[in-house]
């Protein structure tokens, strides 16, 4: 089974910079569309960002232009680079697939003050 973990998360003031990365534990960016999913407090999980198996990315209005996605094949990583950080945009962060869906991983915890 495909474990995902998510990290890179934490306390950043409005306006400033994150990396989140996401390791897997077997070979799936290569061979599957991936995302990057995000959970607000009382509000339902949503995919901000996507990358197909073939390196097509896409976006999340909401992101659109602030965040990146990436990810590094051979060592089964991939990254979400987000500047111009809103505390709208806080939340805990998951990796996952984007068509065929793994088991969650823990996700990692973004806060953005004001």
């Known amino acids: 089974q495909v474990r995902l973990v998510e990290s890179g998360g934490g306390l950043v003031q409005a306006g400033g910079s994150l990396k989140l990365s996401c390791a897997a534990s077997g070979r799936i960016f290569a061979y599957n569309a991936m995302g990057w999913y995000r959970q607000a407090p009382g509000k339902q999980r949503e995919l901000v960002a996507h990358i197909s198996s073939g390196g097509t990315s896409n976006y999340a209005a909401s992101v659109k232009g602030r965040f990146t996605i990436s990810r590094d094949i051979p060592n089964n990583t991939m990254y979400l680079q987000m500047n111009s950080l809103k505390p709208e945009d806080t939340a805990v962060y998951y990796c996952?697939?984007?068509?065929?869906?793994?088991?969650w991983g823990q996700g990692t915890q973004v806060t953005v003050s004001s």
């Open positions: 996952n697939g984007r068509d065929i869906r793994f088991a």
